[in-house]
């Protein structure tokens, strides 16, 4: 049964339909062979209503419809003035404040293709015009920006920990520590590319410069303190915390800045409409593939066979981040943390491992992912922002990625990365 499953979801991949086509397919399939016929399918449809029925998933479309509204205002620009008023002028500080200006903004958005747009598009100019190459150009903003799958709010912990039942509120304050920690390797690498490649530096900004940058960005630096201050203090849940982020965001880009108005309603709602669309039915159909292969006892046979329950917590963490790593390099990451969740399952639970130091770890092969050849949305995103060719997008990722990978080892090898800051808020 497994091989018919994976045969037909590959051949269907293969022939260009959707993820969410071959996923159904399977489950379809898988009920089949496993029940005889279709006369019970409405067990397949409860499964995938039961999969978009948590009330914790409301958070999607609301983190989605907050970046939607902060990449069509200034919360992206005000933010970018900020890092460049402090660190512009060192040596290779232009491309320190384009990965730091991700980070902020992924802290605000959640989302990385929305940082792709919104800190890529004025930044990679003047990175041209700085004497960066293209090739790294493009690589770190693409890189930098899945920095927002790790610093909350993040979409991929919201789908994990409704998948695993882990605590959303856990999961974002566990992010903090390796994204911080990624951000730092990221900028140690661009100060040692600017100065092999002597890269000229930007002029010092004043004192009283960055004191109207810093009074300009404090606005949009209420939003990772509505996040985290919110869910650390109590004060608001996940889900309760992106409405208010929501309602932060209205308040700002169309009463305070300005920068939008009512015709601009529209086309923000319609665009976070078809995205919160393709989530929740991947969501959906992901929920019963995965309610099909685990009523199979499918991940018992594949972890047994592989013997990873006998490899010890190390082991286990090890081959999570090899299997999520692969697979988000072919197919989308939401699809990947719904279905390979399930089938370690059992190993998590089997050798004691902390979910949410799992979860971090799940995250962040996604965020690899997202921006590794051959299929990262990303580097599709960057394609159709920059108008550049593929090649030239990917050629420059290969050290970003080795970064992310590195990290992925230190925390493995250093729980504590993770779990500090979670086990100071909720222990």
Known sequence: ????????????????????????????????????????????????????????LIAVPMFILAADIMTRGQSAERLINMVMAFIGHVKGGLAVSTAASCTLFGAVSGSTQATVVAIGSPLRPKMLKAGYSDSFTLALIINASDIAFLIPPSIGMIIYGVISGTSIGELFIAGIGPGLLILLMFAVYCVTYAVVKDVPTEARSSWRTRALAVRDALWPLGFPVIIVGGIYGGIFSPTEAAAACVLYAVILEFGVFRSLNMADIYT?????????AVVFILVAVGTAFSWIISFAQIPQAILGAVGINEAGPVGVLIAICVAFFVACMFVDPIVVILVLTPIFTPAIEATGLDPVLVG???????????????????IFTAIAIFKRPYLDVIK?????????????????????????LRDLAFR
């Open 360 to 378: 971090i770890l799940i995250t962040l092969q996604v965020a690899i992912g997202s921006a590794t050849p051959p299929f990262g949305c990303d």
């Open 1 to 56: 049964m497994t091989t018919i499953m994976v045969t037909t979801m590959i051949a269907l991949l293969l022939l260009g339909f959707p993820m969410m086509i071959p996923l159904i397919t399977a489950a379809v399939i898988g009920f089949f062979m496993m029940f005889g016929g279709l006369g019970q399918m409405d067990t397949v449809i409860q499964q995938m209503m039961a999969g978009i029925r948590p009330a914790s």
């Open 396 to 420: 420059g990722t290969p050290p970003f990625i080795f970064i992310l990978v590195l990290a992925a080892a230190l925390l493995i090898m250093f729980p504590q990365i993770a779990l500090f």
């Open 268 to 276: 923000i709602a319609k665009s976070t409409g078809l995205i919160t």
